[in-house]
């Protein structure tokens, strides 16, 4: 090999996302899945521990206030596995609360569920810590991020009325008060929606919870409301007014295509108007469409020199097209795509320079017109047709 002549190689699969850190963006599913199966081995943890084990240290005046935590921990893990694959460092900063969860219950009432719910909460944090710096690297904000946030707000609230109704149990009327996580899951949940239950609130610490539980569950419903439903309800809005936009379309006969939302576009549509000749205006450029659409010009969202698009604002029943978008690449593309979908359609093509005329009629078009010299010899003309005293001998 001559001298001074190198030759880097490639990255090698797999290859390291830091000093000493295995490569997470290789691992990101099996991850997830790992994820997933512990969160529901935890689940499975905490209702076997709630049902079939009654510890000794409850039995006297903490009877009964077995708290599941394995059960909220495992929830929290499945709904944290979805992100997990997708290298979330919001997913992998709340996978730390499932031995914050676990641990403590497995100390307090220590049995057979409990103890393999702690175990199997704290390998998981083993297992994810190496892959630390591939979650570093995602976005810690965003749409998701909030989600992910909402959900598990919801969980922990929801673990924390339950545990709070056992616990002031014998502080709610009628006596004996609130017995069993079923009850209490009853209390939490009709509180949270603002429902209302049959227990009457007897001391004041009650009220305090109660008072707590109602305003962090409210904020958490009205947060779920905003962050989960909202963006569904707009893209069903989305495509229902994309489905009217579509029927406007196929009503459309003998109409202009004007392709762009560019100054000249808007003018060429109000020319159009003026002739009583509809026509729509296509363009890629969402800010510009609804600004359009606002002023009350027929619009629709798409690329022009998508076949699709063309075919969805009726370019086979269309009169003639004009390619009116500020740059002259884009112009070319549509010229091209619309010649190929209707041959015998008359296409007008506008250039923002002369040098790309001959190429806009080589593309197909019928007419390719300069506005930079149209302009230039309407002011020559206006210009040379003063008085003729003014004009130089």
């Known amino acids: 090999m001559a001298a001074g002549r190198s030759r880097t190689a490639p990255a090698p699969t797999g290859a390291p996302d830091g000093p000493g850190v295995p490569p997470t963006r290789y691992r990101s599913s099996t991850l ?8 529901g081995l935890l689940v499975v943890v905490g209702f076997a521990s709630a049902i079939f084990v009654v510890p000794d240290a409850f039995r006297d005046a903490l009877s009964g206030y077995d708290p599941p935590f394995d059960a909220i ?4 893990l499945l709904a944290l596995s979805f992100r997990i694959r997708d290298r979330s460092p919001v997913a992998w900063i709340f996978t730390l609360l499932a031995p914050g969860l676990a641990v403590p219950i497995a100390v307090l009432s220590p049995n057979a569920f409990s103890i393999v719910g702690a175990v199997a909460s704290t390998g998981l944090v083993v297992i994810l810590y190496p892959y630390r710096a591939g979650f570093y690297r995602g976005s810690p904000t965003g749409p998701v991020a909030t989600q992910l946030l909402v959900i598990v707000t919801g969980l922990l609230t929801l673990l924390f009325g ?5 616990w002031l149990g014998r502080e709610f009327a009628p006596a004996p008060g609130i017995r069993g996580w079923t009850e209490a899951l009853y209390f939490t949940v009709s509180t949270i929606s603002t429902n209302g239950s049959n227990y009457t609130l007897v001391t004041d610490d009650a009220r305090w919870f109660t008072v707590l539980l109602i305003l962090l569950g409210v904020g958490t419903f009205l947060s779920a409301v905003v ?5 569904f309800l707009e893209q069903r809005l989305e495509r229902i007014a994309q489905r009217l936009e579509r029927a406007q379309m196929e009503d459309l006969s003998q109409h202009v295509i004007v392709c762009g939302a560019s100054t000249q576009a808007r003018a060429t549509v109000d020319s159009f108007r003026d002739a009583g000749v509809s026509a729509v205006v ?10 359009l659409r ?5 619009t629709y969202l798409g690329e022009p020199s998508s076949d699709e698009v063309l075919r969805a604002v009726g370019i086979d029943r269309a009169r003639a097209l004009v390619a009116a978008d500020d740059s002259d ?17 008359r296409i007008v093509a506008i250039a923002a320079g002369p ?3 001959e190429k806009l009629l080589k593309a197909g078009a019928n007419e390719a017109i300069s506005m930079v010299s149209v302009a230039a010899r309407l002011v020559t003309s206006a210009a040379l047709q003063g008085p003729a005293s003014a004009r130089p001998a």
């Open 162 to 166: 339950m545990v709070g109704a056992r």
């Open 32 to 39: 997830g899945y790992a994820t997933a199966a512990i969160g």
């Open 294 to 298: 606002a002023d009350g010009y027929r």
């Open 329 to 345: 690449a884009e112009n070319l593309l549509t010229v091209i795509t619309a010649r190929e979908l209707a041959p015998r359609l």
């Open 355 to 357: 040098h790309t005329l």
């Open 73 to 76: 921990a495992g929830l929290i």
């Open 282 to 291: 296509l363009s890629a450029d969402s800010s510009s469409i609804e600004r």
């Open 227 to 231: 962050v989960l439903f909202l963006p």
